[in-house]
Nanobody, 118 residues
Framework: VQLQASGGGLVQAGDSLRLSCAASLSISSVNAMGWYRQAPGKQRELVAGFTSTGAEYYTEFVKGRFTISRDYAQKTFHLQMSNLKPEDTAVYLC?????????????WGQGTQVTVSS
C-alpha cells in the first residue's frame, strides 16, 4: 500500500490546515491508521490516529486542536489542524499501523511539510 500525504503549507500561528492521506488501495478493512510528524533534528512521533478498535486517539499536544477523519469510499484519511502553533512545524506523514499506532506498517511516503510562523 502506498500512502501519500498532502495539504501542508506555510501558515501563521492560530491558522488551520487540513491534511489528506490518499491510499493506493482500499482502506475499508484497515482499522489502525495514524498521522505522524517529524521535526528537524527530532525523532518521528505519533500525532493522532484511529486505533485498532476504530477509536480516535490524540496525543496530548494536539488534543482539542486536531481532528481525524476518514472516507472509505475515497480511500482517504484526514487531519484537520486548528490553532496551529510554531511547535507544530514538521513534516507530517501517514501510515497504516499494526497492531498499534506505535507500529507503523508500511514504508514512509514523502509526507507534507507544515510550517507555522509566529
Amino acid at each position: 500500500v502506498q500512502l501519500q500525504a498532502s495539504g501542508g503549507g506555510l501558515v501563521q500561528a492560530g491558522d488551520s490546515l487540513r491534511l489528506s492521506c490518499a491510499a493506493s488501495l482500499s482502506i475499508s478493512s484497515v482499522n489502525a491508521m495514524g498521522w505522524y510528524r517529524q521535526a528537524p533534528g527530532k525523532q518521528r512521533e505519533l500525532v493522532a490516529g484511529f486505533t485498532s478498535t476504530g477509536a480516535e486517539y490524540y496525543t496530548e499536544f494536539v488534543k482539542g486542536r486536531f481532528t481525524i477523519s476518514r472516507d472509505y469510499a475515497q480511500k482517504t484519511f484526514h487531519l484537520q489542524m486548528s490553532n496551529l502553533k510554531p511547535e507544530d512545524t514538521a513534516v507530517y506523514l501517514c501510515n497504516v499501523a499494526f497492531p498499534t499506532l506505535s507500529r507503523p506498517l508500511f514504508n514512509w511516503g514523502q509526507g507534507t511539510q507544515v510550517t507555522v510562523s509566529s
